[in-house]
């Protein structure tokens, strides 16, 4: 327990109907999770304004609210007690982050941010750390660690409520530094605010989630709030134009990466690529390491110098970085290998035009010869609309035939969601585009056309095990059905 007074010293608040000497049980912003004695932050929302749930939160037991002076006006004449401020989901951050003890302080926290690429650095950040003996959480969209158990995410960034608990579990189950991916949601709801970052990675930055943020320069404003909160050193990808923004947004020391160019304080050579993983060198403060990385494409490459980057500032050495990529995995759902058939099958959770073209110019590249590269994709209902007809271009110019389908369509028609993704792909590659709005049955087909020296991908959905539906959420998983199809063309083969 925690009191009023210690919680809110030295913030823009004014207290209602409340004792300062009163000690609450414990902080939530979500009324299902009020015990007796809760302080229950009122925070409003993208979709619902927290107060509505106030007199759920009451009944439930909350003592304290924390909310603005509108809705304190309403409460008045109820037993309960007020913090009283315009800024509640700030205010609420900062008295979560102090009833815990204020971990982001006692912990090293790194904090991943960008479009593409967050998932997969802060999941090497954590290989690299624990390979090399030092104790590190992750909160990520795979994963959630706290260092003793590891859990499926909800959300790619918990509520500020829950990051401030799950750290404080991470220090007392004997972390040291803990990775966390920044989505541009949280930045932007302050979910994080009240953190104290050591360090920021910044991956790159390409348009997405503007049916949220309504503009790219809106979207690229609720990246940078990452960097007001690191305190000691940003690493950041310089090959992106967006980077001198973030350069200059900056407060602690920036440290600049590259890919193929030794103008950057860390560098990586790409020596030789296959189907298998790259070739590459690293250049840094550690001087340099040569490494079979077990990963497929460029942009993994510098996925992994940021994170080695960051690694080396935590105590890891070079042979420690080095004999941890040797042993590294992708990340469920990033270009994982699906079964052992001839025919190499891949499942990725691109979902950005930027993503599905990195990714899918990566599997080029190394596609044996002769071959050709099948790609199932779709696009997911109810999100940015604008990209819909560029990942229909981009599936069907870098790959030699896709399969338009279904992704998760939500409240929208699949069918109409297709008609704008095919509307982006041209007349002259039309013939080369199968229009099938089932998801299995795309999956199936691609799996059983492809011959041996070709390569099938099949991308947006990466590690989800459902598919979101108008009326239903149903059980769904590219891999176990890209399996089931390659085990079905195995057996016809016998």
């Given amino acids: 327990m925690q009191s009023i007074k210690r919680l809110i010293q030295g913030l823009d608040v004014e207290l209602s109907n409340i004792d300062v000497g009163l000690s609450v049980t414990t902080v939530v912003e979500h009324s299902r999770r009020v015990i007796e004695?809760?302080?229950?932050?009122?925070?409003?929302?993208?979709?619902?304004?927290?107060?509505?749930?106030?007199?759920?939160?009451?009944?439930?037991?909350?003592?304290?609210?924390?909310?603005?002076?509108?809705?304190?006006d309403t409460l008045k004449h109820k037993a309960i007690g007020c913090i009283v401020t315009y800024k509640p989901e700030a205010i609420g951050a900062e008295i979560a982050e102090r009833f815990y003890g204020n971990p982001s302080s006692n912990i090293k926290l790194i904090g991943v941010t960008g479009t593409n690429g967050k998932t997969t650095v802060a999941w090497l950040v954590r290989h690299i750390l624990r390979s090399c003996s030092t104790r590190c959480g992750m909160l990520g969209t795979i994963v959630c660690d706290d260092g003793r158990v590891s859990k499926s995410s909800v959300l790619t960034t918990p509520s500020f409520c829950d990051n401030s608990r799950l750290l404080r579990s991470m220090i007392d189950n004997g972390c040291n530094v803990a990775v966390m991916e920044c989505s541009s949601h949280a930045l932007d709801q302050g979910r994080v605010s009240a953190l104290r970052f050591h360090s920021g990675i910044f991956t790159n930055f390409s348009g997405d989630h503007l049916d949220y943020h309504g503009t790219p320069a809106a979207y690229l404003q609720a990246k940078m709030r990452l960097f007001d909160l690191v305190q000691e050193s940003a690493i950041i990808n310089m090959d992106d134009p967006a980077s001198w923004s973030i350069a200059d947004r900056c407060h602690a020391k920036v440290y600049s990466c590259r890919t193929e160019s030794d103008a950057a304080a860390g560098w990586v050579e790409i020596l030789n690529e296959t189907l298998n993983g790259s070739n590459i060198k690293l250049h840094g403060p550690w001087g340099?390491?040569?490494?079979?990385l077990p990963l497929i494409g460029r942009h993994?490459?510098?996925?992994?110098?940021?994170?080695a980057f960051v690694a080396h500032q935590m105590g890891a050495d070079c042979e420690g970085i080095r004999n941890a990529l040797l042993t590294c995995t992708p990340p469920p759902g990033r270009l994982e290998r699906v079964g052992t058939c001839n025919v190499p099958v891949f499942v990725d959770f691109a979902h950005t035009d930027d993503a599905l073209e990195q990714m899918l110019e990566s599997v080029r590249h190394i596609l044996p010869d002769g071959g050709k590269l099948h790609v199932v994709f779709g696009c997911g209902g109810d999100r940015d609309r604008s990209k819909r007809p560029r990942m229909g271009r981009?599936?069907?110019?870098?790959?030699?035939?896709?399969y338009a389908t279904s992704d998760n369509p939500r409240s929208e028609d699949p069918d109409a969601i297709l008609d704008e993704v095919l509307s982006g792909v041209p007349s002259d590659r039309r013939p080369c585009v199968y229009r099938i709005s089932d998801r299995k049955q795309a999956i199936e087909k691609a799996i059983h056309d492809a011959s041996e020296c070709d390569v099938v991908v099949i991308a947006g959905k990466g590690h989800e095990k459902n598919q979101i539906l108008k009326d239903e959420t149903i059980p769904f998983d590219d891999v176990s059905i890209a399996q089931d199809a390659i085990d079905e063309r195995l057996q016809s083969k016998v």
């Fill in 300 to 307: 993994n490459a510098t996925n992994a110098l940021q994170a």
């Fill in 37 to 72: 004695g809760a302080c229950f932050v009122a925070r409003s929302g993208h979709r619902r304004d927290g107060a509505a749930f106030i007199d759920d939160a009451i009944e439930r037991g909350a003592s304290v609210i924390v909310c603005t002076p509108d809705v304190a």
């Fill in 394 to 402: 981009i599936a069907s110019t870098i790959g030699d035939v896709a």
């Fill in 288 to 292: 340099t390491i040569e490494v079979l």
